[in-house]
């Protein structure tokens, strides 16, 4: 693979801290001089703002950097349209999408968000980054760019004969089971990935994913909002969420009282198909400000 070069000119709808700091994604990190790194798939990238203009600089498994940057960004899809749209439902939505206005959603690799948000119950961002870079490392596939090493995400062959054991030594703690048990029901065929992407009923394909060990419903929405399943009506609950909803919306004293079906129903009735993006917004604003 050889080094390339791709500048996104000007983007409406582009903002390296609003898409990797919004909780979508665990691979990329911020560099001194505010340019970010990540790697997804084979592809090593770094991204640096210039001006208006963001360059893009590695390696790339097909030899299209362009290609590459265009599906995984999701940079086909009009986010001014779509912020239009969710601005008008309220005050507060129009708040939330001026904070954190150059979120995107990435499209990322079903598999890998399986395994990254199993990893991510009750966890924090700078532990799940440590886990999943040991969990590639020590089984994904090494790739050298600019004098360092990366490492690919592990594909399920090549976690066939990882142990238990083996994952806790990786710090994974109680969800070393779930990883192996995940893993062994992939490669069995009892979930298979495809039939998921190809499937355009989003409750049948979530039903699906809860029965992988380690999937429940907050997991399960998180896999369907954030991978390349893209189902951006999907509306992933957790505590800030939960927080803010009932702050803006519900206002009951007690948001512990707050349950999933009545939050699930405000966002249904008022975000619509678009219910996923919204929460993203909502949450980055809520979480960060």
């Known amino acids: ?15 390296l801290k609003d898409i990797f700091e919004c909780g979508q994604c665990f691979r990329w990190n911020e560099q001194e001089d505010g340019s970010y790194t990540g790697i997804w798939k084979e592809n090593v990238v ?22 590459e940057i265009q599906k995984y960004f999701d940079l086909d899809r009009n986010y001014e349209e779509i912020k239009k749209e ?23 690799d079903l598999w890998e968000t399986i395994i990254s948000f199993i990893i991510s119950a009750n966890n924090n961002i700078p532990r799940i980054k440590g886990i999943i870079e040991r969990l590639s490392k020590a089984y994904g596939n090494k790739i050298e760019w600019k004098g360092k090493a990366y490492y690919t995400f592990p594909s399920p062959n090549q976690l066939k004969d990882v142990s ?14 779930r990883l192996y048990e995940t893993t ?14 190809n499937n355009p009923n989003t409750v049948e394909v979530r039903e ?38 009932n702050d803006l919306y519900i206002q009951n004293e007690d948001e512990t009282k707050v349950s999933k079906k009545e939050i699930e129903k405000i966002a249904r009735n008022k975000f619509g198909n678009l ?5 993203q917004y909502l949450f980055y604003w809520r979480r960060e400000a």
């Open 1 to 15: 693979m050889k080094k390339q070069q791709y500048i996104l000119k000007n983007p409406e709808t582009f903002n």
């Open 86 to 108: 969710l601005s008008k439902k309220d005050e507060y939505m129009k708040t939330s999408i001026a904070y954190g206005k150059g979120i995107r959603i990435l499209n990322q």
């Open 164 to 177: 238990v054991e083996e994952y806790r030594k990786l710090g994974l703690g109680f969800r070393d089971v």
């Open 46 to 67: 770094n991204i640096q703002k210039e001006g208006q203009d963001f360059v893009f600089t590695g390696i790339c498994e097909n030899n299209n950097l362009e290609e």
């Open 208 to 245: 699906k994913l809860l029965t992988l060990l380690g999937v429940g419903p907050k997991v399960a929405d998180c896999i369907l909002l954030f991978s390349d399943l893209k189902r951006l009506e999907v509306f992933p609950i957790d505590v800030w969420v939960r927080r803010v909803m």
């Open 275 to 279: 219910a996923g993006l919204a929460q």
């Open 184 to 197: 062994k029901m992939i490669l069995e065929g009892k979930v298979d990935l495809e039939e998921l992407k």
